[in-house]
């Protein structure tokens, strides 16, 4: 079974970074794992995920500020958000596959880390 813990969501201002980090317990370095967002009123959003060998996939309103890693030795996922925009305010996720597949079902989620960026 895996357990996904986020941290580092928070407030900050617009151009603002922030870095969100995922701890896994169990065994996820074979698997995809990725950043989900849900804003209030809309639907969930794939931001970003990365394959067990470093593969990494972004959605196109990300592209160029937001950076997706892992540390396999240490079981962490990381989100490095620069140049925040209000837009990206939600709730984000940290999700695991079980398959090294970054395209199909995410099996595991964490609770979430909220993200707040003001203008």
């Known amino acids: 079974q895996v357990q996904l813990v986020e941290s580092g969501g928070g407030s900050v201002q617009a151009g603002g970074s922030l870095r969100l980090s995922c701890a896994a317990s169990?065994?996820?370095?074979?698997?995809?794992m990725g950043w989900f967002r849900q804003a209030p009123g809309k639907e969930r959003e794939r931001v970003a995920s990365i394959g067990p060998y470093g593969d990494s996939y972004y959605t196109d309103s990300v592209r160029g500020r937001f950076t997706v890693s892992r540390d396999n030795g240490k079981n962490l996922l990381y989100l490095q958000m620069n140049s925040l925009k209000p837009e990206d305010t939600a709730m984000y996720y940290c999700?695991?596959?079980?398959?090294?597949?970054?395209?199909?079902?995410?099996?595991?989620w964490g609770q979430g880390t909220q993200v707040t960026v003001s203008s």
């Open positions: 999700a695991a596959a079980s398959t090294p597949r970054c395209f199909g079902g995410y099996s595991y």
């Open positions: 169990g065994y996820t370095n074979l698997y995809c």
